[in-house]
């Protein structure tokens, strides 16, 4: 594999790992170590949120740059785990460049759950999370329709592009509005516990997770950017909140 093929794929599976979820520790140290698993004398690879950069030093003393603009980002713990260890297996066998891009696309184009079985998964999250919060057991069946509605509303969105702010305004605003149309048709009695067990499902909490690592690790600058970005998007469930209490008069 030739250091240009070697960098591209490097970026490649540290591009991946970091929009499935990934720490910032955890991309740049995988990038690595590939790249001094085929000879180089030196990679230094700086990550953030939405920015990959990974400079070597080959075997031959030639330094190469290359620089990878990252869009979106998600939670994706299937992928990032074979992505983990396509990253190992590259480190101990060194394969060449077609066997590795081979098992990095069959690693791209694997199945997703189809989006009913997300879906459903939803709606039993809302569920137990309505039951948590001390709602009854016919609060936990109308939070079985918002978690199915949550699920479909963000599903369109992101297929419509729209961005993760937006997305969020949108599924909270419309799970209050059902919330209380449930409720008013008597399908539900502790309006609060549906709303607060439906939004767990909208909650950034492995965003929030990860920036604390990433600053604990020492990546203040990743850490701090993922940390407003959680803060974004929860300000964005209580501006969906606030929207749908303005229009219904209060939730």
Known sequence: MNPEQL?????DIGE??????????RVEVSIRYI?????????????????IVVSLITADGRHITQTRRINGSGTDLEKLHKLNHLSRYICQNKPD?????????EICNQRRFPVWVEALASALIACSFTLFFGGSW???????????LVRYTTY???????????????????LCLVSAGLTKLGIGENQHAMNIG????????????????DMISGDIMSGLLRFFNAVLIAAAIAAGYILAGQIVGGL
Not at 138 to 148: E, F, P
Request: proline share 1%; hydrophobic share 50%; aromatic share 6%.
């Open 138 to 148: 016919i609060d936990g069946m109308a939070a079985l329709i918002l978690g199915v």
């Open 16 to 25: 991946q790992m970091l929009v499935s979820g990934a720490e910032i520790g």
């Open 7 to 11: 960098i591209s794929c490097a970026l």
């Open 97 to 105: 460049y077609q066997e590795v891009v081979d098992k990095y696309t």
């Open 35 to 51: 790249c001094l698993a085929y000879g180089c004398q030196r990679a230094d690879v700086f990550t953030i949120t939405s920015s």
């Open 198 to 213: 439906t939004i767990m499902l909208l909650i950034p909490g492995v965003a929030l997770t990860n920036s604390l690592r």
């Open 156 to 174: 369109i969105m992101e297929r419509a592009g729209m961005n993760q702010v937006f997305t969020n305004v949108t599924a909270t605003f419309l």
